[in-house]
T-cell receptor, first 116, second 115 residues
Framework: GAGVSQTPSNKVTEKGKYVELRCDPI?????LYWYRQSLGQGPEFLIY????????DSGLPNDRFFAVRPEGSVSTLKIQRTERGDSAVYLC??????????????FGPGTRLLVL | AQSVAQPEDQVNVAEGNPLTVKCTYS??????LFWYVQYPNRGLQFLLK??????LVKGSYGFEAEFNKSQTSFHLKKPSALVSDSALYFC?????????????FGRGTSLIVHP
């Protein structure tokens, strides 16, 4: 079946611009996570959704970052007034549920964001 | 608080030899533990996980991991390495205590299998 997809695969933008990154989770998965991965590092948690609501957004670095999941499926990560330090690979993952056998996360290929 | 450490940035092994990629963790309660593999320009792929039960967990592509509570470790192993196993490997932990559903990932270990 289809896995997690993310668009665009690459995004180059200028400092100060606004960007949107999209994630399509596996059909039927209720939980959706966003991570940021910098070179030489593991994924760093940003936010996760259970259904339509953001269950925990404690990893968002500041108020320039925002994410939505209005219908409980597709999610969009929004970054305002981008800075060079925002350059990273943004990963999305989905899982069937949150605990036990359902909590295995399946990752998308990521969006590589470069802020010039 | 939960944390995970992968003490080796890189592991080198000859094809056909056994491999081990190390992971240690720290949690307040009991851990959920995961291993993922990442190939160049790809997302992370799930290999295996430990939730409860048998300490030896078998996963995809012939990999296995052993949960050792006394040593707080969850090392990834494979009896005979393949060149195609060369990739970046990530260990992750989630503390069952505290109600958070957020895993913490290690920095990753680059596995290089030489022909």
């Amino acid at each position: 079946g289809a896995g997690v997809s993310q668009t665009p695969s690459n995004k180059v933008t200028e400092k100060g611009k606004y960007v949107e990154l999209r994630c399509d989770p596996i059909s039927g998965h209720t939980a959706l996570y966003w991570y940021r991965q910098s070179l030489g590092q593991g994924p760093e948690f940003l936010i996760y959704f259970q259904g339509t609501g953001a269950a925990d957004d404690s990893g968002l670095p500041n108020d320039r970052f925002f994410a939505v999941r209005p219908e409980g499926s597709v999610s969009t990560l929004k970054i305002q007034r981008t800075e060079r330090g925002d350059s990273a690979v943004y990963l999305c993952a989905s899982s069937l549920g949150l605990a036990g056998s359902q909590e295995t996360q399946y990752f998308g290929p990521g969006t590589r964001l470069l802020v010039l | 608080a939960q944390s995970v450490a992968q003490p080796e940035d890189q592991v080198n092994v000859a094809e056909g030899n056994p491999l081990t990629v190390k992971c240690t963790y720290s949690v307040s309660g009991n851990p959920y533990l995961f291993w993922y593999v990442q190939y160049p320009n790809r997302g992370l792929q799930f290999l295996l996980k430990y939730i409860t039960g048998d300490n030896l967990v078998k996963g995809s592509y012939g990999f296995e991991a052993e949960f050792n509570k006394s040593q707080t470790s969850f090392h990834l192993k494979k009896p005979s390495a393949l060149v195609s196993d060369s990739a970046l490997y990530f260990c992750a932990v989630r503390d069952m205590l505290g109600g958070s559903y957020i895993p913490t990932f290690g920095r990753g270990t680059s596995l290089i299998v030489h022909p």
